[in-house]
């Protein structure tokens, strides 16, 4: 093959995968999806915490993961993302969540319920704040836990009550609970049954005589969205251990949408600076690196695309910015490449000589240049929290594909040109910069 | 071609690199560092009314909730205006409200209250745990460290052990001038300048690499002169190169500080910082460095001593 086809084979190349961007960009709506940070939304992250009773351990974790994964199914989020992040860290996001606050509490309840008999002492109160009150004072106003949670396999919440207007949770317990449940009311007719949720007394009602169906029923809730939330966090488990709040973000939507558009915008803005700068101080090669940089655009959100839509990768503030610097790496490039092609010219040589050594010579220090801050991204995707990865990965991409792009259109660009157009002096290729021939 | 005497006036370069990086470190001792809610815990959010505010306003509104002692702040995109509909309107309606750490039920209580009397449009709202600080600060060392190792192993493959450590504590010189601005101007210290800082150890590479894989390309022919003057051809000769590779790095960073919105301007202004402290250091810092280093091996030194005088006459006359 010779050099002119392999010129043309590598640019055909080059053509097809901008075919490829193509389709994938359309429609530009939904070319890339869109973090939380630029649509709004909420994002929690999560510590487990060592207790004195309860010890973080990667089981707990998992258990924990699922819970909050089955909360989350629960509020019917679209694209929702539960991730580990560490030993310790479970991040939740909620891209265009309704109700960040009310998505807020119900993630993090523990939800922990137990069943305990009121002790005599205490059998007259009936307002339940006054019990709490009491009870957190650390007096012995329930008996030992009867009964937990773990024992229910399903809840619902429903209106209930005396006439039917009061918000309550319907709750089946399985076998086992179905039994137990059957003995402890037998066990305590006339007592009261106090229904726990993570610590707090919610309501306790007199057991009038043996349950032995195994269903139960909360009342005392204040509304049918508390009603709700309850059912939620029962139905979904407790989380085995105790989740503190690292970081939490909500974001709105205008201002997402806004901090989109003032990222494209800054995106548009830079691309024009450096290829204005290329065009000025290059002129005929800057038109090569101007299509150099445009197919490299193209490309670069051609495969934000791809990795949206098949990996689920997820395009954030950080991410944009990786993105728009990463223009600047994919002209820098270029200019070390016709530097050096110049300066292999300005010794005398002919333009197609000097495209063919001066390409290999600054491309190994552009390789040189790209690994070494491709080693530091690498270091960040890996080490970093949740969005500066999304940089960091950003600008992995950016700066494969600006190693693509040298060596499958510069290369070819630069060496057709060459082959069509033998050019002696280098002073048509470049405007600025003194050529001393004799130098 | 341009000729300019970059290593033999080398204690000049140092010296103004020594004088920058001890007004940093004075900076960072005396000012310190003004460390953003990720490092201290607390609220911080974003909040753009339906009409225009006044700090006062939103101040006595606080207060009612508890939190007087906020620290409330105008938002201006003094650039923004001239871009997008939207963002014309912003003067006197955005607000920066910092707050200590809201628990779920304040921070539903605080922002009802806004709304019924002022009207909020929309807001973004962080809160974070003053261990997250401490968890960032840990991933950060980390990295940093790995960072550098890998590249000190990198260089060491590809060009050579004396480059590397160069290159190495040109990175130093970055990342401390560039922390220095930060304190200088106030600039605050939040989790994306971190991430600026740990790219900037790559980003600011680019030149130094560009400049010594010349030096590496012309050492094996150096005749009739010394170590010193080859580097110092050399350096001439990717002068124009490492200027436009700066300027067009910094075109794209300068886009963002000026039209990316308030979260992006942090990070491009660490890292408009660190490529020029790079570009400076790369040229002044680095190679200089490096050729002292180099030129006190055995072989170096009785070329210098050989052709010293040689060379710098030459380098005059031409």
Known sequence: MTDKQKHLLSLGLVLIMIGLSIVMIFPIEKSAKLGLDLRGGLQVTYEAKDSPEVKVTEERMQQAEFVLNQRVNALGVAEPEIQREGARNIVVQLPGVKDPEGAKRLLGKPAVLQFAIVQDAYAAINDMAVLNKQKSEGKPVLGPVELTGDKINSAEATFGGQIGAQPIVNMTFNDEGAVRFGQITANNVNKRLAIVLDDKIITAPNIEGAIPDGKAIIEGIDSIDEAKEIAIVLNSGSIPVELDILEYRRVG????????????????????????YLLFYYQGLGLITWLGISAYAILVWGVVAAMGQFYGWTLTLPGIAGLIISIGIAADSKIIIFERVKEEMREGKTFRTAVDSGFWHGFRTSLDADLVTMLVMFVLFFVGVSQIRGFALALIVGLTLDIVIMLLFTRSS???????????????????GKVRQNA | MLKFDFIGKKNIWFGISAAIIVLSLVGMLVIGFNYSIDFKGGSSSEVRFKKAVSVEDVRSVLKEQGLGD??????????????????????????????TELSTDQETAVFKALDTKFGISDRQ?????????????????????????????????????????????????????TAGVYVLVGREVNPNMIAALITILGYSLYDTIVVFHRIKENSPNIVRTTYSAMANKSINQVLMRSINTS??????????????????????????????AGTYSSIFFASPLFVVWKEAEPYYRNLKNKYGKEAIARASTS
């Open chain 1, 253 to 276: 939507a205008t201002l997402g949408s806004e901090a989109l558009r003032e990222g494209v915008i800054a995106g548009i803005v830079g691309f024009m600076l450096v290829a204005i």
């Open chain 1, 414 to 432: 630069l060496g057709l040109l060459a082959q069509i157009w033998p050019i002696k002096s280098p002073k048509l290729l470049v405007r600025v």
């Open chain 2, 70 to 99: 906020s620290k409330i702040q105008p938002i201006e995109n003094i650039l923004g205006t001239d871009v997008g509909a939207l963002s014309s309107t912003t003067k006197g309606t955005m607000m920066l409200l910092r707050t």
């Open chain 2, 125 to 177: 709202t962080m809160t974070v745990d003053a261990s997250w600080g401490a968890l960032i600060t840990e991933r950060a060392i980390y990295a940093f460290v790995a960072a550098l190792v890998l590249l000190l192993i990198f260089i060491t493959v590809r060009y050579e052990f004396k480059m590397s450590v160069a290159a190495i504590l040109a990175l130093f010189h970055d990342i401390i001038i």
């Open chain 2, 247 to 276: 300027l067009t790095t910094l075109l794209p960073i300068i886009a963002i500080l000026l039209f990316g919105g308030e979260t992006l301007k942090d990070f491009a202004f660490a890292l408009m910082v660190g490529t020029i």
